[in-house]
């Protein structure tokens, strides 16, 4: 384990050296206006987007309770993002629980949940999001991002990885109540609805295409 934490404060400090190099153009900026504190909701495949864009603005987040978790805590936290360990699966209800305490301290301005983590399916959103959003009432942000040139890696998740000195660009979809869905399903749908034409419009932008393959 105690590998997992060097490699991961290792990552941590070498990301925020790498998103220095990267031009970013941020697309929906108005819609964080009407959410001065919310959820990110985003697939694990676009969560550089988060990590490398929006630390160290009162972000809090989930890493999961096993080996990779400790790592990505470890380089979330080297990013400024707190870390509560648990997810969707095991340990999830008690993360959950978690992530509402910290929230009540206004310092704490945003949840960050990959909705498809922690082994997807990917691009199929879980409703610790939308759950967490209705305790707390508050609104969930919706949050993509692509990159050009980048990696795509051939997990699970497909993640995009942008190269360095690329271009990136991060979208901010538009802002979800979920008091307005009666179920957390029905809200589920609508949070994959808004990151799905995010994804493809980020994509578009970059690439001309879309460079997640439909499922």
Not at 16 to 29: E, F, I, K, P, S
Not at 81 to 105: I, P, W, Y
Not at 187 to 213: M, N, S, T, Y
Request: aromatic residues 6%; glycine residues 10%.
């Amino acid at each position: 384990m105690w590998k997992h934490v060097v490699v991961g404060a290792l990552a941590g400090n070498l990301c925020r050296v790498w998103r220095h190099t990267l031009r970013c153009t941020l697309v929906g900026a108005e819609n964080l206006e009407n959410a001065p504190r919310g959820i990110y909701a985003l697939y694990h495949g676009r969560g550089l987007g988060l990590i490398l864009f929006f630390a160290r603005r009162g972000v809090i987040s989930m890493a999961s309770r096993s080996a990779d978790g400790e790592l990505a805590a470890r380089m979330i936290g080297a990013l400024g993002v707190k870390a509560v360990r648990g997810s969707t699966g095991k340990g999830g209800r008690l993360a959950l629980d978690q992530l509402e305490e910290e929230m009540a301290d206004e310092r704490n301005q945003f949840a960050a949940l990959t909705v498809d983590g922690p082994r997807g399916p990917r691009a199929r959103p879980k409703p610790g999001a939308a759950e967490l959003a209705r305790r707390l009432a508050l609104p969930i942000v919706p949050l993509s991002f692509s990159a050009r040139p980048c990696l795509r890696l051939k997990s699970w998740d497909r993640m995009i990885v942008p190269a360095p000195f690329g271009r990136c660009r991060v979208t901010i979809g538009e802002l979800i109540d979920v008091s307005k869905w009666p179920t957390n399903k029905e809200a589920c749908d609508e949070i994959k609805r808004v990151l799905d034409r995010a994804a493809l419009e980020d994509d578009i932008a970059l690439h001309g295409q879309p460079l997640w393959p439909e499922e």
